[in-house]
């Protein structure tokens, strides 16, 4: 597993009790400590990575503070941002600590999930990759329309995640409708657009509160393999895109999903 990491697991529930317990009294101190330290304008900062069986897992803070979970892995496994999101409706820092429990939490996520809630992070596991096998397609959507609208309508309806939208073809620079909301996840399925390179199929994700801000960025998404990023309790005009390169052509799908 390769991680990039920066506070000590042993400090991380202590300081989120300190931040919890000040996450109603002092909202505004807590989204002024989100935004203090951005980066440069237009960066997407990688606050941790995991490599995992069939995916990657990467943890970012976009230059204005927001913090969002990106996912890429074989479109026919399933997803483990998927997982969490539906199941237990995990803060990124959930998701990191059940993915790398023996890890160091970067303090972004500390503070994002103090920002979030005042309970202390839930212990949860990180599933087996074969765990589509129990839940069913629910968690791992093959990107065709029949998965995609049962997964939709089976799971994440039920659970008030009443918004979606998809597109499949081949027209290049696709984008999503931008919703208004605090809760969004959005993944692109690469099918058969090539060269299989650098930039020749891109997804982005942009807020578009104060200006168009890029959040979260995977410049490629190999064929066969599908791209997911994820953001909880954060609120945003969010747009995703599905961009294409210069001489790229082929097929994708893109989705957007929110409450």
């Known amino acids: 597993m390769q991680t990039n990491l920066n506070i000590h697991l042993g400090a991380l ?21 989100l935004d203090g330290a951005a980066a440069e304008d237009g960066d997407v900062e990688t606050l941790a990575e995991i490599e995992l069986e069939g995916a990657a897992i990467r943890f970012t803070r976009a230059a204005n503070g927001a913090v969002v979970v990106a996912e890429e892995g074989p ?11 539906v199941e237990f409706e995990a803060t990124p820092l959930e998701m990191f600590l059940a993915l790398e429990p023996d890890g160091d939490a970067p303090e972004e996520l500390v503070l994002q ?21 129990v839940s069913q397609t629910e968690y791992g959507t093959s ?7 049962a997964w939709f309508d089976n799971e994440w309806t039920t659970r008030g995640w009443t918004w979606h939208w998809y597109y499949s073809g081949s027209t290049s620079n696709t984008s999503t409708p931008t919703k ?19 930039y020749s199929l891109s997804h ?12 979260a960025d995977n410049d490629f998404v190999n064929v066969g393999n599908r791209s997911v990023f994820y953001v909880t309790s954060q609120s945003g005009q ?22």
């Open 13 to 33: 529930l202590g300081a989120v009790l300190v931040l919890g317990a000040s996450a109603c009294d002092d909202a505004e101190s807590n989204e002024t400590a």
């Open 113 to 133: 999930h103090a920002a979030q809630t005042s309970e202390r992070p839930r212990q949860l596991s990180a599933p087996n990759f074969s765990f589509r096998s």
């Open 143 to 149: 990107c065709a329309q029949a998965d995609d609208g």
């Open 204 to 215: 982005y994700l942009y807020d578009q509160t104060s200006g168009t801000v890029l959040i």
């Open 75 to 85: 479109f026919d496994k399933p997803s483990y941002i998927g997982y969490f999101a």
């Open 238 to 259: 969010y747009r995703a895109q599905a961009a294409f390169g210069s001489g790229a052509s082929g097929s994708y799908r893109l989705g957007g999903m929110a409450p």
């Open 180 to 198: 208004t909301t605090s809760n969004f996840i959005t993944h692109l399925c690469n099918y058969s657009v090539t060269p299989n390179a650098l």
